[in-house]
């Protein structure tokens, strides 16, 4: 069978992969202790799924408009002024199958082949693949440890060309947690505000920020930027509403036509109990987010010192999200190293550390290589104490047995 040029040049999620293997292993009766998933392990709050099960009963079950009803596409409105202090109309406003779709849905209507797309690196998994199935170039800047993940306007200036499309700011990150503040992103504006591009701001994180961190969007410092911007957000990270499968994106309402016209020939609308549900999500008691992030931070505190604990392994302190995203290319000099690479002969040293971690530690973590960079791996901490203390202290074990 010959597939399409189109699909030959996406790869599998590393992460979704990570996460089967674990369950693979798991359902064998091989207890191994899952951190790849990006997912909070809260369950979705009580009045949210409440707001589902009354939309179930009161036949609310059929086709919605495709770009959404607009009972939430007002609550996201609602939410933006509230939170984010962002004035949009309706018809600036979309509601996609997930935050992933919302991205899809924008790259595959404003991406032609041969157009670049900036994506600071480390970055989400998705991020590529998708610019490479739209048939675009990914541009990558590359950052690390030393600069907090943050990219620096210079690096944007040098990056942006004839061909670049849109630039992605995702703040705060997932994999590093790294985040923004307002006066980094003011820099990037000056960079960025004479430039005919599109600002990609993913800001699926947003609320999951910790030692008092106060978000910001880009679109907030002119007109001008808020013009070129579209914010990409959703209710699966901040309401551990994962499976419900509801994102948004609000800008330009040209951009958000065609994006709809696009849905409407292939998803159609997102499932409509789930809207419903995100309409209580976003307008509802917000007070339930509280609990999951005291406990974020708990478990980020934990793992960040867990790690940098461990030989080889240096760890930056996250400012949001919840993953920890440590370096590890100390442990590639360690004398012990050699058995685990002529062991694993994965072509990327980071596969080769998670594969030993799989089997010596039975834990999952994911390869940095994934997210653009192999001298690291991403430990999702969204999961619950006791796993997050058990699975360091056999990543410990396993490494020290390296030393
Ligand atoms: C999880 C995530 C999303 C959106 O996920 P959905 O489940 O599709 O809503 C978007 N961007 C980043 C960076 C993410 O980690």
Known sequence: MKFSDRIQRVKPSPTLAVTAMAAQLQSQGIDVIGFGSGEPDFDTPQNIKEAAIKAINSGKTKYTPSGGIPELKEAVVKKFKRDNNLEYQLSEVIINCGGKHSFYNLIQVIIDDGDEVIIPSPYWVSYPDMVLLAGGKPVFIETDISTGFKIKPQQLEQKITSKTKAVVINSPSNPTGAAYTRHELEELARVLEDKDLIII??????????????????????????????????????????????????????????????????????????????????????????????????????????????????????????????????????KGWSKVSEKYKDDYKSSSLCAYLMEEARTAVVPGIGFGNDNYFRISFATSDEKLKEGLKRIKEAIEKLV
């Open 201 to 334: 701001s993913d800001d699926i994180y947003e609320t999951i920020v910790y030692d008092g961190f106060k978000f910001f969007n880009i679109a907030n410092i002119s007109e001008k930027i808020k013009e070129k911007t579209i914010v990409l957000n959703g209710v699966s990270k901040t309401y551990a509403m994962t499976g419900w499968r509801i994102g948004y994106a609000a800008g330009n309402s040209d951009i958000i036509k065609k994006m709809d016209i696009l849905q409407g020939q292939s998803t159609s609308n997102p499932t409509t109990i789930s809207q419903w549900a995100a309409v209580e999500a976003l307008s509802g008691d917000q007070s339930v987010l509280d609990h999951m992030l005291v406990a974020f931070d708990r478990r980020r505190n934990f793992v960040v010192d867990g790690l940098n604990n461990i030989p080889g392994l240096k760890c930056y302190k996250p400012e949001g999200a919840f993953y920890a995203f440590p370096d590890c290319s100390e442990v590639y000099k360690l």
